[in-house]
C-alpha cells in the first residue's frame, strides 16, 4: 500500500500545534468540499483531507503516526511494522473507535487504526477516571511460566503551547501463568485520574502471545514438529523432547511414519484443566553426501526390497 503524509495533506509541519492543525484543516476542506470546489480532482482530496484530520486532531494517532519516522514520502510503498500497535497507550474500549469504519479512508489507515489497533476511543468514565487500553506482547515461555516483568507505554501529552508529544511511563505488570491472547491484564487505578473524589480509571492491557519459532499455541494446546531418524521410526526408541517446562523424554513407538501425532499429557499451558504438547512425528533421511554412505544406502536397496506406493499401482 501508498504511505500518507498527513502533514503534506493539510500542509502543516509536524511541530504543528493543534490549533494549527485545525486551521489547515477548515481551510482545505473549504477549497476542496464537493459542493464548492471546480477542481476536477476535489472529492477525491476532500477524502485525503478528511482522513488526514482524522488522524492528526486525535493526540493517540497522532502521537502513534509519528512513531512511524520521517523517512516516507507520499506514495511510496509501505506496510506497518510487524508490532504495530504495541507500546502505546490509548482511552477507552472496543468498539468505541472513531473512524474506522468510514468507507472512505484508505487501506493505509485502516492498516495502522483499524479495528486491530484501537487508537483514538472515547473513554467511558461512569463516575470514575477513563480507563485506558494498551496491548503487551509477550513470548510464549512468558505465557507459560508467568510472572512480572516491566511495560514501558507512550501516552500522547498535550504542552501548553498545543504540541503534542509522546510521554513514557513504565510500570511493572505481574502476568498469570497460563495466560492467552485476548485475555486481560487490569492494572487498577493507572487510567485517567479523576475529576473529583472518585476512583482514577484503570489500565487494561491486552495480552497478545507473539509466534514461536518452535511451537504452535492452539488454545492451551502446544504442537512441535520433531524430527526422527528412519531407524528410530522403524525400530522405535526413546528420545529426549523439548517442551516449555524442560526437555522429558518421549518414546517413539516401532514402525512410526511422518505425520504420527503423539501427546505428553499436561505439558501445554498452565490452566484448569493444562493444556498438552503434541509431537508431529517428521521422518528424516540423512544425506548420502560421501561414498560410504552411498554404499550403505546400495545396500538397503537390494537388501531390504520395499515399493512405499503399492497402493497406488
Given at each position: 500500500m501508498e504511505y500518507r503524509d498527513y502533514y503534506e495533506l493539510l500542509g502543516v509541519e509536524r511541530s504543528a500545534t493543534a490549533d494549527e492543525v485545525k486551521r489547515a484543516y477548515r481551510k482545505q476542506a473549504r477549497r476542496f468540499h464537493p459542493d464548492v470546489s471546480k477542481e476536477k480532482d476535489a472529492e477525491a482530496r476532500f477524502k485525503e483531507v478528511q482522513e488526514a484530520y482524522e488522524v492528526l486532531k486525535d493526540p493517540e494517532k497522532r502521537v502513534a503516526y509519528d512513531q512511524l519516522g520521517r523517512n516516507y514520502k507520499n506514495g511510496q510503498?509501505?506496510?506497518?511494522?510487524?508490532?504495530?500497535g504495541s507500546g502505546?497507550?490509548?482511552?477507552?474500549?472496543?468498539?468505541?473507535?472513531?473512524?474506522?469504519?468510514?468507507?472512505?479512508?484508505?487501506?493505509?489507515?485502516?492498516?495502522?487504526?483499524?479495528?486491530?489497533?484501537?487508537?483514538?476511543g472515547a473513554g467511558m468514565g461512569g463516575g470514575r477516571g477513563q480507563d485506558h487500553r494498551a496491548r503487551l506482547e509477550i513470548s510464549l515461555e512468558e505465557a507459560f511460566r508467568g510472572g512480572s516483568r516491566e511495560v514501558t507505554l507512550q501516552h500522547p501529552e498535550t504542552t501548553q503551547d498545543g504540541h503534542v508529544r509522546a510521554q513514557p511511563r513504565t510500570l511493572r505488570v505481574q502476568m498469570p501463568a497460563g495466560v492467552l491472547s485476548?485475555?486481560?491484564?487490569?492494572?487498577?487505578?493507572?487510567?485517567?485520574?479523576?475529576?473529583?473524589?472518585?476512583?482514577?480509571?484503570?489500565?487494561?492491557?491486552?495480552?497478545?502471545?507473539?509466534?514461536?519459532p518452535r511451537y504452535r499455541l492452539e488454545g492451551r494446546d502446544v504442537w512441535l514438529d520433531l524430527p526422527v531418524t528412519p531407524w528410530e521410526a522403524a525400530l522405535g526408541a526413546t528420545i529426549s523432547t523439548p517442551t516449555l517446562g524442560g526437555a522429558v523424554d518421549l518414546r517413539i513407538p516401532p514402525g512410526a511414519r511422518t505425520g504420527q501425532k503423539l501427546r505428553l499429557?499436561?505439558?501445554?499451558?498452565?490452566?484448569?484443566?493444562?493444556?498438552?504438547?503434541?509431537?508431529?512425528?517428521?521422518?528424516?533421511?540423512p544425506p548420502a553426501d560421501t561414498a560410504e554412505a552411498k554404499a550403505f544406502y546400495?545396500?538397503?536397496?537390494?537388501?531390504l526390497p520395499f515399493n512405499p506406493r503399492t497402493d497406488l499401482t
Open positions: 510503498q509501505f506496510r506497518p511494522p510487524p508490532d504495530w502505546f497507550e490509548f482511552q477507552g474500549h472496543p468498539g468505541q473507535r472513531r473512524g474506522q469504519g468510514d468507507p472512505g479512508f484508505s487501506d493505509f489507515f485502516s492498516s495502522l487504526f483499524g479495528a486491530g489497533a484501537g487508537f483514538g485476548g485475555q486481560v491484564i487490569r492494572l487498577s487505578g493507572q487510567g485517567s485520574p479523576a475529576r473529583g473524589p472518585v476512583p482514577a480509571g484503570d489500565l487494561l492491557l491486552e495480552v497478545v502471545v507473539t509466534v514461536h499429557r499436561g505439558r501445554g499451558l498452565p490452566g484448569s484443566p493444562p493444556g498438552d504438547q503434541y509431537v508431529l512425528l517428521s521422518l528424516v533421511t546400495e545396500r538397503m536397496r537390494t537388501e
